[in-house]
């Protein structure tokens, strides 16, 4: 990926370094193909993956020499610190074609490194020829990969969720979306039949990659499950496919309904890159909204207000943002962590909000005033996950230390400790009621408590690895 990067890199370097004219001198351009196609050149087709292979390791997130940021077409086509790289329709005269096809010094990629293939720097070169056009369609979507089943022995559980009856838990491990009863019995494995491994067997699984987020809809009969660019809708008496949404991004690692059912948030984005936040019709799947640049960095919780107005969503840049619902307009933000902002959640009145931080603290905030209530310092590592129980004021947090535990929002004190997990934790939910508490985490076992009284109930432990009569699992 460092290859084209350097190039770039050097758009913005206007003194050259003797050594590295030297080198350059014994280097011939590459040699001009022409590309045989009457159709356009599209940039998210054909331009991206290229610049994304070999050109975003140095010029996106954090890391933007010569601050130039090469994430996006937009931010393509701005340019860095000395201009615009490209002058649309003249690729001879502009600099990144220039420095990629050799014909001026310093080349770049420099001599160590594999130059651009005569192919690639044809397409690119037709691109900028043709106008150096926008993406079509979904465009800022990344194009779709395709990817190998995880393996076995990765089987974290990321997301988990309470149906809103209380009887049914659903657990995403590694690719696996298990259900079971609320006292731990299983009930079945919800499996993709489309799915299919390398070679062309039956994958059994839920999704290709991880299953990094899931949320019951308030009528229990569908559940969303989110994963590496995509969403299904799962009919769960059935246990089959609804309906599958694409053009994420990338991974999808926040879900969640509209209390009225009425609408699906999804939150996500690549790392480093702008977040991303869509609006869907839960019943349909159609788009209702798709925030442009939501956040500055992933997206990783977003929740619906109690009164299904208003969306609340949080990042890893440290942000706490509102937005009106449907029509995705910005309201307001709140600052203060100053690590990640993994999760967010209302209170039921709507009057306060509660964020988790990766720097270990819960901050409540108050949305009428806009300005923070009080910060709670929670766990001993990141509060990995946080979630309301029912209509009450209190809430969960799980977290890195391998603890779960329940709070009051009103005076941030602590009620409840769930133990028992011996590594970290990603996921925590519960019934409405607040009887059933599960959690789960890196070692793949689902825990089920008492919410009452924080007794362990079962711990569900991944096929296979079930703990023998007599021995004690530690992990």
């Known amino acids: 990926m460092r290859r084209f990067a350097v190039l770039v890199a050097l758009l913005v370097v206007p003194v050259l370094s003797i050594a590295q004219e030297k080198k350059d001198a014994k280097l011939d351009p590459i040699p001009e193909v022409k590309v045989a196609r009457t159709d356009p050149v599209l940039y998210e087709k054909d331009v991206e993956p290229i ?99 995880p393996p076995a022995l990765v089987k974290p559980v990321r997301a988990l969720g309470v149906s809103p009856d209380g009887k049914t838990i659903a657990s995403g491990r590694g690719n696996q979306l298990h259900l079971y009863k609320s006292t ?44 590496y660019q995509e969403v299904k809708l799962w009919d769960v008496e059935k246990g089959t496919v609804r309906q599958t949404l694409t053009g994420f991004a990338d991974r999808v690692v926040a879900l969640h309904y509209s209390g009225d059912g009425r609408y699906l948030a999804t939150g996500g984005g690549a790392p480093t890159e702008d977040g991303e936040v869509k609006l869907f019709e839960a019943a349909t799947g159609k788009s209702v909204a798709d925030l442009k640049s939501p956040h500055s960095d992933t997206v990783l919780g977003v929740c619906f207000s109690p009164d299904n107005t208003k969306l609340a969503t949080c990042g890893a840049d440290k942000f706490v943002k509102i937005w009106e619902v449907p029509s995705g307009k910005f309201l307001k933000s709140f600052e203060g962590h100053t690590h990640h902002v993994l999760d967010v959640g209302w209170k039921p009145d709507g009057k306060l909000l509660a964020s988790a931080g990766a720097d270990n603290n819960v901050k409540v905030w108050d949305y009428e005033k806009g300005e923070q209530a009080r910060t709670i310092n929670a766990h001993q590592k990141q509060v990995t996950r946080l979630v309301f129980v029912g209509k009450t004021p209190t809430f969960l947090t799980a977290s890195g230390d391998a603890s779960a535990k329940l709070w009051n929002v009103d005076n941030g004190g602590t009620q409840r400790v769930f133990a028992g997990a011996t590594d970290y934790l990603f996921a925590v939910a519960a019934s409405p009621d607040g009887k059933v508490v599960a959690t789960g985490g890196e070692e793949g076992v689902v825990r089920i408590y008492n919410g009452d009284s924080a007794a362990l109930v079962k711990a569900v432990y991944p096929p296979g690895d079930e703990p023998k009569a007599g021995e004690v699992k530690k992990k």
Request: proline share 9%; with cysteine; aromatic share 4%.
């Open 51 to 149: 610049l994304a292979n070999k050109c975003f390791v140095c010029h996106s997130g954090k890391e933007l020499n010569g601050k130039l940021d090469m994430s996006s077409y937009e931010k393509l086509i701005k340019g860095g610190k000395h201009g615009p790289p490209i002058a649309a329709g003249k690729a001879a005269e502009s600099y990144l074609y220039k420095l990629a096809s050799r014909q001026m010094k310093p080349v770049m990629p420099p001599k160590d490194e594999t130059p651009l293939t005569p192919d690639e720097l044809a397409l690119v070169k037709l691109w900028i020829d043709q106008g150096a056009k926008p993406p079509t369609g979904m465009g800022l979507a990344r194009p779709k990969v395709v990817l190998s089943l």
């Open 184 to 227: 731990g019995e299983f009930v079945k494995t919800l499996v993709d039949p489309n799915l299919k491994t390398a070679d062309g067997k039956p994958a059994s699984a839920a999704h290709i990659s991880l299953v990094e987020s899931l949320a019951f809809a308030p009528d229990g009969k569908t559940l969303a499950t989110g994963s």
